[in-house]
């Protein structure tokens, strides 16, 4: 399914310019970008009128790795709720932001799950990081080493379950 003239229009407002040469048919790229995250096809199977597997594959590899895929996705999950145009395409940026994971940092995927977009995450949300039981888990350790004998029997049980959880799964979300 190929990108409407609304759908470009949108996202080529929240694209940056690049810098060195320009696209030959940026069109053509993000519509390749979309087959391939949308069918689970391999690059190899992309079809000859979508353009080079590896241009495209390229331009997913940048947008990973300079943060474009994440502004992507805040600037589009925004707009979801009132815009129809960009209620169709949150799915596909869910999707390229998913085949992209291993290159994103875990500060993108926190940021995904925050914004409420399951789709765009490599597994279930409980298997992620969260950052804030961390902090109460690590207030709560710091408060009970004060005076630890005072404390009741299994709270540093509980606390090293407590530490288990707020790490998450790696297995889980990382595939290298």
Same mark, same amino acid.
């Given at each position: 399914?190929?990108?409407?003239?609304?759908?470009?229009?949108?996202?080529?407002?929240?694209?940056?310019?690049?810098?060195?040469?320009? *696209?030959?048919?940026? &069109?053509?790229? !993000?519509?390749?970008?979309?087959?391939?995250?949308?069918?689970?096809?391999?690059?190899?199977?992309?079809?000859?009128?979508?353009?080079?597997?590896?241009? +495209?594959?390229?331009?997913? #590899?940048?947008?990973?790795?300079?943060?474009?895929?994440?502004?992507?996705?805040? +600037?589009?999950?925004?707009?979801?709720?009132?815009?129809?145009?960009?209620?169709?395409?949150?799915?596909?940026? %869910? #999707?390229?932001? &998913?085949?992209?994971?291993?290159?994103?940092?875990?500060?993108?995927?926190?940021? *995904?799950?925050?914004?409420? !977009?399951?789709? *765009?995450?490599? %597994?279930?949300?409980?298997?992620?990081?969260?950052?804030?039981?961390?902090?109460?888990?690590?207030?709560?350790?710091?408060? +009970?080493?004060?005076?630890?004998?005072?404390?009741?029997?299994?709270?540093?049980?509980?606390?090293? #379950?407590?530490?288990?959880? +707020?790490?998450?799964?790696?297995? #889980?979300?990382?595939? &290298?």
């Amino acid at each position: 399914m190929r990108l409407t003239d609304a759908e470009y229009a949108l996202l080529l407002r929240h694209i940056p310019a690049t810098r060195g040469r320009p *696209a030959e048919n940026r &069109r053509r790229t !993000l519509d390749a970008i979309f087959w391939v995250a949308l069918s689970r096809h391999p690059w190899r199977a992309l079809p000859p009128e979508l353009g080079r597997a590896d241009t +495209a594959h390229r331009q997913l #590899r940048r947008w990973a790795k300079s943060g474009t895929l994440e502004l992507l996705l805040v +600037a589009i999950a925004g707009q979801r709720h009132s815009n129809p145009t960009a209620a169709g395409l949150t799915y596909r940026l %869910c #999707r390229a932001f &998913r085949r992209a994971a291993r290159l994103l940092p875990l500060s993108a995927l926190l940021l *995904a799950r925050r914004l409420g !977009l399951t789709d *765009a995450l490599p %597994c279930e949300p409980r298997f992620l990081p969260r950052p804030d039981l961390s902090e109460i888990a690590q207030k709560a350790a710091l408060a +009970a080493l004060a005076d630890p004998l005072a404390q009741p029997p299994g709270l540093f049980r509980t606390l090293a #379950r407590l530490f288990r959880l +707020a790490a998450g799964s790696p297995r #889980r979300w990382r595939l &290298r």
